[in-house]
């Protein structure tokens, strides 16, 4: 009885111990399956590229119309050069530089501005020119007009920008120092 | 049939892992950020600077240039920046102004006779200047040079020479004059 009894309870162990290597079986098919799926999968290229923030870099260097004889009517202030046309004193065109992931391509706006004297406000009408030559001032040629201008960053990741534009100092202008802000931004074109 | 019954929950499993793994192999090949551009726009101020100046240039003369007495014969005089005679003018106009200095003497560099006699006396003009009232502290300023206004605006200019005195025949008893034309222009 106690043989059979055991006969008859091995039968069963021995039942699931089949079924569980056929489990393990089909599992190891299975995994080994996806496995070969998944390595297949990793296979595919995957590429990533990581983009520099955009900022403004280097010596940013302020729009300067130098000295200008109150009533003189329009000034203007070559961004390929350092002079006015009827101003005096010293004059010097602005310059920034963007930067960000070389050959990109970013977007430029700037806003407009009036220069005050705290009292008083001067019409300015910014004209700004760019290029991706470093150094290259007087061969900055790539009109900006305002909002959302598409340009290319060079090969270090920088676009060169010169601000000039035109000044009206009408008759009667008080004398005095007058100064405004043009406030320039750059994005990613895409973002 | 009945282990493979018996094993339903088992090849739910084995599905699941499977599907798992599926969908995380494809995470791995799936950009889920890759590429993308930043968002946030790069500001810059730039500022722009004007200084509005007074559009005239006064000049006040403060005293003319005098040789004083001279003799026929005495050859070369001098009026020095350190001479009492020395002739000065006063200028008024913008503040820290850079201004274009140009001077001419008329007629021909020379003093004449005022009566209109002939003669006449060959005068090499000395031209000083000082952004303070002090002629003993001034510079030389040659012509078509380019001075700079003092903080108030002023600048003073002294006037000296080296005269040329001939002899008795070249030139008579009398007055000699000539004119001294200064033009003053912002750069």
Redesign the interface.
């Known amino acids: 009885m106690r043989s059979f009894r055991s006969t008859t309870t091995l039968y069963p162990s021995t039942h699931y111990h089949f079924n569980t290597i056929m489990k393990k079986v089909l599992a190891l098919c299975c995994l080994a399956f996806v496995f070969v799926a998944t390595s297949q999968a990793q296979t595919i290229t995957a590429e990533a590229e990581v983009i520099e923030a955009l900022t403004w870099d280097g010596a940013v260097q302020a729009v300067n119309f130098g000295q200008i004889a109150t009533g003189t009517g329009d000034v203007y202030l070559d961004p390929n050069g350092n002079s006015t046309d009827n101003g005096t004193g010293t004059a010097q065109a602005g310059f920034l530089t963007a930067t960000g992931s070389a050959g990109n391509a970013i977007t430029l706006s700037w806003s407009n501005t009036v220069l005050s004297d705290g009292t008083n406000d001067l019409a300015y009408t910014p004209e700004v020119l760019g290029t991706d030559e470093a150094n290259d001032q007087a061969g900055a040629a790539d009109a900006i007009p305002g909002a959302g201008t598409g340009v290319t960053l060079n090969d270090d990741g920088n676009y060169y920008i010169w601000v000039g534009g035109t000044l009206s100092v009408p008759s009667g202008t008080p004398v005095g120092n007058y100064a405004g802000t043009v406030t320039f931004t750059s994005a990613y074109v895409g973002s | 049939m009945q282990?493979l019954a018996?094993?339903k929950v088992?090849?739910r499993e084995?599905?699941a892992?499977?599907a798992s793994?599926?969908v995380?192999?494809?995470m791995?090949?799936v950009?889920p950020a890759?590429?993308?551009?930043?968002?946030?726009?790069?500001?810059?101020?730039?500022?722009?600077?004007?200084?509005?100046?007074?559009?005239t240039l006064d000049m006040t003369i403060i005293q003319p240039l005098q040789f004083g007495d001279v003799h026929p014969g005495m050859g070369r005089v001098e009026v020095q920046k350190g001479s009492p005679t020395i002739g000065e003018i006063e200028v008024e106009g913008?503040a820290n102004?850079?201004v274009i200095v140009d001077y001419t003497l008329s007629p021909n560099g020379r003093l004449e006779h005022v009566s209109g006699r002939q003669g006449s006396m060959a005068l090499d003009m000395l031209l000083f200047g000082n952004t303070s009232d002090q002629p003993g502290a001034s510079s030389m300023v040659s012509n078509g040079s380019v001075i700079t206004l003092a903080e108030d605006g002023r600048y003073y200019f002294y006037i000296g020479g080296l005269l040329q005195v001939g002899t008795l025949e070249q030139n008579p008893p009398g007055n000699y004059r000539g004119m001294m034309t200064m033009i003053l222009s912002?750069?």
């Open positions: 282990a018996g094993n088992t090849w084995l599905c892992a499977a793994l599926l995380a192999a494809a791995g090949v950009p890759f590429g993308q551009l930043p968002d946030v726009p790069a500001v810059a101020k730039l500022a722009v600077h004007a200084d509005i100046i007074s559009s913008a102004a850079p912002y750069q």
